[in-house]
């Protein structure tokens, strides 16, 4: 049962149902965040699995979701995050035309993080033939960190060239494509890409989304850059 009793409605039918329900969100999460590489999960996705199956009582699919979150923390070691899908900023400039490549309409979703110290999680769990990626996510949420929250395709692919990476490269041999592995950042919803119809025609933007403004991402991201800056002015003063 939830761990707050007061959240927790009694509905007309048997524990048995209500468990049964419960392992299998808890079963659709964990494949879903396999299957689609950590891509958040729509909370839509989630009531739609519960009301799929008849029952349709009100505030039944937030009781089932929020005892799914007890059990994936109790049981699994997960954290069941919630994200607020963020407004991509020139959306909100009335004097520009945007179109987002994300709705806006998407509310809320979740993704699962875990519960375990990083150098536990790191030597036990961690995927290690996925640690390009981990290694391409910070660096771009770094990149775009520096920038202001806010870079156009161009200057962002500009530092990546610096890197060794080119947009249209096909054959890498970690990413395959590069252009790919960076929409793969926008799905899973670290950052957000937005055409931007200006004077000039037609600005691709990319910036942070809610995923990488999650506190304990950008607080490591914030962490690094001040190390780095500070590493960097220890080198000029003993040359």
Request: with cysteine; hydrophobic share 35%; charged share 25%.
């Amino acid at each position: 049962m939830s761990s707050n009793p007061e959240s927790s409605p009694q509905f007309d039918i048997s524990q048995h149902e209500k468990d049964k329900l419960v392992g299998e969100v808890i079963r659709y999460i964990l494949f879903k965040t396999e299957q689609n590489s950590g891509c958040p999960i729509r909370r839509e996705e989630l009531t739609q699995l519960i009301t799929g199956k008849g029952y349709k009582m009100k505030n039944f699919p937030s009781f089932v979701i929020d005892e799914a979150k007890v059990k994936l923390s109790s049981i699994f070691g997960y954290e069941m995050r919630e994200l607020q899908r963020s407004r991509p900023s020139a959306a909100a400039n009335p004097g520009r035309a945007s179109q987002s490549q994300q709705s806006v309409g998407d509310a809320k979703s979740y993704i699962i993080i875990s519960k375990l110290p990083s150098d536990v999680y790191g030597k036990h769990v961690e995927d290690k033939s996925s640690a390009h990626m981990s290694g391409l996510t910070f660096v771009v949420i770094g990149i775009i960190h520096l920038a202001g929250g806010r870079i156009t395709e161009e200057n962002l692919w500009h530092h990546l060239k610096r890197l060794g990476l080119h947009e249209n490269e096909e054959n890498h041999p970690l990413f395959s494509s590069t252009k790919l592995a960076l929409e793969a950042l926008v799905q899973q919803r670290y950052l957000q890409k937005e055409k931007v119809t200006g004077p000039e025609g037609n600005t691709v933007y990319y910036e942070l989304a809610e995923r990488a403004l999650d506190a304990p991402i950008y607080d490591k991201i914030k962490d690094y850059v001040v190390q780095m800056v500070q590493k960097d002015a220890t080198s000029l003063e003993t040359d």
